[in-house]
């Protein structure tokens, strides 16, 4: 009876000690690499019997990444951020039907690698374009707006059926935009929508045909950032 406690007392030790030795390759690997799913991800303990001896067999579905998978860069959530604001840089849009408004919208790559704006050939519509910036219904009167004449991009506009309002924009050439850089396209002619009154909204960007470095399938995504419409007899 003892000899036959010391033998499973024995057992339960290398168990323990292999479960210690996964727990331990486990933390090293978390320390090593900043992308958790790089660490090992399963691991099993299988018992096989021959005779009246118990071998245990560590098996791993999963310890690393390829070389190639664990060298691609982190991407940030969202990999493109947008500002949208007035010439005093504040997200305001003043509510008029006779004041044109000078806007800026200012795109950021805000990943930690270049992101290159695919060359787009065909005439810039609802599905060839590189951004599409939606407002909702009321926030503006799309007719009088324009672009700069010297712009590296092409505008074009569409109204939803629910009544949003898109303004897309294509630019004219390849364009690569460096981690942390930033774009400015300068809209002329901009009207808040006076029937909604005053109020706070939000306006969608939507990014498409772009491209990471070394990646040559197009992402795509969207962010959404607020804007204040503000009675124009507060205007400074």
């Known amino acids: 009876m003892k000899v036959l406690q010391i033998f499973k007392q024995i057992k339960m030790n290398k168990i323990g000690l292999l479960l ?64 949208f604001y007035n010439e005093q840089e504040e997200a305001i849009l003043f509510l008029s039907d006779y004041v044109d408004q000078q806007m800026t919208l200012e795109i950021s790559n ?37 672009l700069d004449d010297s712009a590296d991009y092409e505008m074009g506009t569409n109204i939803d059926s629910d009544g949003s309002i898109s303004l897309y924009f294509k630019s004219k050439a390849a364009l690569t935009m460096q981690a942390g850089e930033k774009i400015k396209i300068r809209l002329f002619n901009v009207r808040g929508d006076q029937r909604g009154g005053v109020r706070s909204t939000r306006v969608m960007l939507k990014y498409q045909n772009l491209l990471r470095a070394g990646d040559s399938k197009p ?14 007899r507060g205007r400074k």
């Open 20 to 83: 210690i030795m996964v727990a331990i390759v486990n933390f090293e690997m978390a320390c090593t690499h900043s992308a958790p799913e790089e660490m090992i991800s399963a691991a099993t303990i299988e018992g096989s019997t021959s005779g009246n001896t118990q071998a245990l067999v560590l098996s791993q579905t999963a310890l690393t990444k390829t070389n190639d998978e664990a060298a691609k860069p982190i991407m940030a959530d969202t990999p493109i951020g947008f500002n």
């Open 110 to 146: 805000t990943s930690n690698t270049a992101t290159t704006l695919k060359k787009l050939t065909e005439k810039i519509s609802a599905t060839n374009h590189h951004f599409e910036l939606v407002f909702r219904p009321g926030t503006i009167n799309e007719t009088a707006i324009k």
């Open 219 to 232: 992402f795509s995504g969207n962010i959404q950032s607020k804007l204040s419409l503000q009675d124009i």
